[in-house]
């Protein structure tokens, strides 16, 4: 699974450089995450803007990684295409992220 | 004012199949969207097509097929008439437990943090865009019949 991470002011970004995240990276996605997440900042942004498909897999990796932040870290979504945000939207998971269009707009609410 | 209407080619009933094995999955939906292209969906409609098919395909193999290991296929035949899309998904794997398809419940996500659920979503999803879901053991295979109303 291909992820790379940068920093702002406050919040680190991870950014998906995949188009799925279906039931055959699920797995590799949790696993990513958790490594690329580890010791950063307490906001942790994922940039979804390459990804134009998720399953119901994916979403709940989403979760996982979320989950696996702990209470006292925050994963907030950018860049959701329309089928990724219909995902998000039916299952209500939009409720449970903060998500932003863009990446600048979050950078823009948690930044410096 | 001018309306220009899309002319829509009919869509000849046409059957895939991929190995009942995760690593077929994508491939298979891939496939199916190529051959539909005759309908001339939006890119919504193919969203939801593709979303839906492949939560179908998952559970299969997930649970119909899961001791198989791709020694099986599975079989996708799509038709479209005045209603919408027909989807019938058929697999020689085990039973539905229940005899029917799982519900349409949501899991709910008003919980704590800790209990929020990582799965149970992908038959929600199916009941909510699809506009009839029907399960039905027939000798050893299971079908599943699924209807999108789409927007063509």
């Known amino acids: 699974m291909d992820l790379t991470s940068s920093k702002e002011a406050g919040l680190q970004i991870v950014t998906v450089q995949e188009t799925r995240i279906d039931a055959a990276v699920a797995l590799a996605f949790k696993d990513g995450m958790r490594e690329i997440t580890e010791d950063g900042d307490d906001i942790v942004l994922l940039d979804l803007n390459h990804v134009q498909f998720i399953d119901s897999s994916g979403l709940g990796a989403i979760v996982a990684a979320m989950k696996n932040l702990g209470k006292d870290r925050r994963l907030v979504l950018a860049g959701l295409t329309p089928t990724v945000d219909k995902v998000f939207r039916l299952t209500r998971m939009d409720s449970v992220f903060g998500v932003f269009s863009t990446v600048e707009d979050a950078v823009a609410e948690f930044g410096g | ?152």
């Open chain 2, 1 to 152: 004012m001018e309306i220009t209407l899309t002319k829509r080619e009919r869509l000849h009933p046409f059957t895939i199949s991929l190995p009942g094995v995760e690593g077929a999955v994508r491939n298979g939906l891939a496939q199916t969207i190529e051959k539909l292209a005759p309908l001339k969906l939006s890119a919504d409609d193919k969203g939801t097509v593709e979303l839906v098919l492949a939560e179908a395909l998952n559970n299969v193999i997930e649970h119909a097929l899961a001791a198989t290991q791709g020694t099986t296929l599975i079989e996708v035949t799509v038709r479209h008439d005045e209603k919408g899309l027909h989807l019938t998904i058929t697999d020689e794997g085990v039973p539905m437990p229940t005899g029917q398809a799982p519900g349409a419940k949501a899991p709910d996500v008003d919980v704590d943090l800790a209990d929020m659920p990582e799965g149970g979503f992908g038959w929600f999803m199916i009941h909510t865009l699809a506009e009839e879901v029907q399960y039905e053991r027939i000798g050893d295979a299971n079908h599943l019949r699924l209807m999108l109303s789409l927007d063509v």
